[in-house]
């Protein structure tokens, strides 16, 4: 079992950055495929940036370019570092692992955290 905690969402003016954090406790998890995904208002939940196991990184076209994902093995942490942020990257931002390969299906995610806020004002 692994769990998942969020950190570091907060109000940011646009262009302004913010760095996300996903702590996982129970178990390394090193060796899984972690994503970090986004949910607006009033939309479903969609697919930003992952890493897998060997750190290779995978973004949605929306988010090139401006986030960068990162994982600290030591601290068992992912990290999503947000630049350029735009009023339209407001949502709940997600972390989730699996323990297989990168995918951008939610629903193949076996482990999810709480979220945390994002808000870019304009």
């Known amino acids: 079992q692994v769990q998942l905690v969020e950190s570091g969402g907060g109000l940011v003016q646009a262009g302004g950055s913010l760095r996300l954090s996903c702590a996982a406790s129970g178990r390394t998890f090193s060796s899984y495929t972690v994503g970090w995904f986004r949910q607006a208002p009033g939309k479903e939940r969609e697919f930003a940036a992952a890493i897998s196991s060997t750190t290779a990184t995978y973004y949605a076209d929306s988010v090139k370019g401006r986030f960068t994902i990162s994982r600290d093995i030591a601290k068992n942490t992912v990290y999503l570092q947000m630049n350029t942020l735009e009023p339209e990257d407001t949502a709940v931002y997600y972390c989730?692992?699996?323990?297989?390969?990168?995918?951008?299906?939610?629903?193949?995610?076996?482990?999810w955290g709480q979220g945390t806020q994002v808000t870019v004002s304009s």
């Open positions: 989730a692992a699996r323990a297989g390969g990168f995918v951008r299906t939610t629903s193949r995610y076996d482990y």
